[in-house]
Each structure stands twice: as C-alpha cells, then as structure tokens.
C-alpha cells in the first residue's frame, strides 16, 4: 500500500452496489488518502465511509448542482487538494451524475485519475449468457409510456444485446413494452438486487415475464438490470420478403399473405407465415 498524499486531481471511484466486499483495495487506499471526498448523496456515502472505517470532509456533488459543484472543486483542486468522487453506488457516471464534472475537472487542466470496480451493467451482462458478442448499454428507459415505447423501436434492429436499468415502480411495464416492440420471443436475462441478500436472476422469453412478476410479490421490488437479446441479422432478400408479407397481411389472411409474398420473393410460404405468426403471438 501507498503513504502519503495524493497528487492534487480528481479520483473516480467505483463504490460496490450491494455487498461492501466488492470495494477493491485500491479504492480502500484512495479514499483514505484524499483530502475530501465529493459525493451524489453526503448521507449515504458517509454512511458507507463509516462503515470502511474512514472519516473526510464530503462534499455534495449530485445532478443537480454539477456545475456549481465542479467549479467548487476545481478551486480546491487548484489549491492542491486530491478529491475522491462517489455515486451512491456503483461507477460514476454511469447512469449516473460524473460525466459534466469530469469533463470541467479534465477541462480546467487537472488529472482525472478512473478507479474500475463495481458496475450493475456489467455484473449482470458477464451472467447473461447473452454477452457473446456486441452490446449497448442503453441506461434508463423514458418514463411515459410513448417515449418508452418509441425508444425501444429505435434500439429494435439492433443486432446488439441491450442493456438497461428499471426502477421497481416501472418494471411491469417496461417489461410489457419491450414484449410489445421488441418481440415476444426475444430472451431477455433479469437481474434482480444484485450483490444483495435477496439477488435474484432469471431468464425467459419477454412473452413469459408478466408470469414471472406475478410468481411472487417480490419480482416487483429491488433494483434492476435487464439484458435483452439482440435482433438476428437477416439478410436484405428477407428482411425486404419480412416487409412485404406484413403489407399484405394488413388486408388479407396470413396464410394467403405468405403464400402471395413467397411468390413475389421467391422465399418459401412456411418461412414467411411463421414470421407473421410469431409477430401475433
């Protein structure tokens, strides 16, 4: 372990999300060598400082007050002081306040130093079994209903598993919406309070999640990560075939949709007729 003070300069650090184990020990020997540490919310990271066995001046840095709180800091940065910046949990900035006061820190000339650790995105992608390829990050999802749903259809072609964070209060129907857009037999991977004692993880067709909430009174509490598959790439002849025997199921059976498309593309009829069935399910 280092001794001594830090170099004047901002330090990002990485708090965990639930269990307290998951502090590296790097952050342990930052935090205890700043001068102060900013934070989003003094009273919860004060509470886990107390809990670390380290004692600093805080300093409120939340979404905000982030320009005020930046210019703040790097006046005491430029008088030689190191500061710790914290989230209530988890890397800044990542769906969280940092991103502004970092780019003013760095802007003023002053050393932003990253210190990697605990992110929910992250911990729930590497048990996904959906991470093998590409993946987006897509945060939190607009609350209403139609800015919700619109998103989803702008991230919908996207071959990418997609990532996001719910509030318990919205997961229903988030999930219902991602069913509705996205496809119902897309897999989606839910982690539910993850790192804490009630860690739940699960996964399932998007068709099957309102079984799932309604399993048990508990699917509907905690924090989550839900991690969607992405679209499978199809090939322009069919993507254009898909597009086709959707237009003619507007005004005519499915079956007879299919059979006219297949002879307009020359795909096969059970090909497309199971796509139209699939998106009516």
């Not at 989230?87 to 006061?101: H, K, M, V, W």
């Not at 993507?239 to 795909?267: D, F, V, Y």
């Amino acid at each position: 372990m280092n001794e001594g003070p830090l170099p004047p300069g901002l330090y990002v650090v990485a708090t965990p999300i639930g269990n307290l184990g998951d502090i590296t020990v790097r952050a342990l020997d930052v935090l205890k060598r700043v001068d102060r540490v900013a934070a989003e919310d003094t009273r919860v990271s004060g509470q886990l400082l107390s809990m670390l066995g380290i004692s600093k001046p805080l300093l409120s840095v939340r979404a905000h007050n982030e320009q005020q709180g930046a210019e703040k800091l790097i006046e005491i940065i430029r008088n030689g002081e190191s500061v710790a910046y914290v989230t209530d949990a988890g890397t800044p900035a990542i769906s969280d306040p940092g991103s502004r006061l970092v780019e003013a820190v760095r802007g003023a000339g002053f050393l932003v130093i990253p210190l990697p650790g605990a992110s929910a995105a992250v911990t729930a992608l590497s048990v996904s079994g959906l991470s093998g390829g590409p993946w987006l990050f897509a945060g939190f999802l607009p609350p209403k209903a139609k800015a919700r749903q619109e998103a989803l259809a702008s991230l919908k072609p996207l071959p990418c598993s997609l990532v996001f964070y719910e509030a318990p209060h919205r997961v229903r129907e988030t999930l219902a919406d991602m069913a509705r857009v996205l496809g119902r037999n897309r897999r989606i991977f839910i982690a539910r309070e993850l790192t804490k004692q009630f860690e739940e993880l699960a996964v399932m067709k998007l068709a099957e999640t309102a079984v799932w909430l309604d399993a048990s009174d508990f699917h509907e509490k905690g924090e989550f990560v839900l991690v969607v598959e992405g679209e499978e790439n199809e090939t322009p002849v069919m993507a254009e075939a898909g597009r086709i025997a959707r237009l003619l199921a507007e005004e005519l059976p499915a079956s007879q949709a299919a059979k006219l498309a297949a002879k307009i593309t020359g795909l096969r009829k059970s090909e497309l007729y199971a796509l139209l069935m699939q998106e009516h399910e």
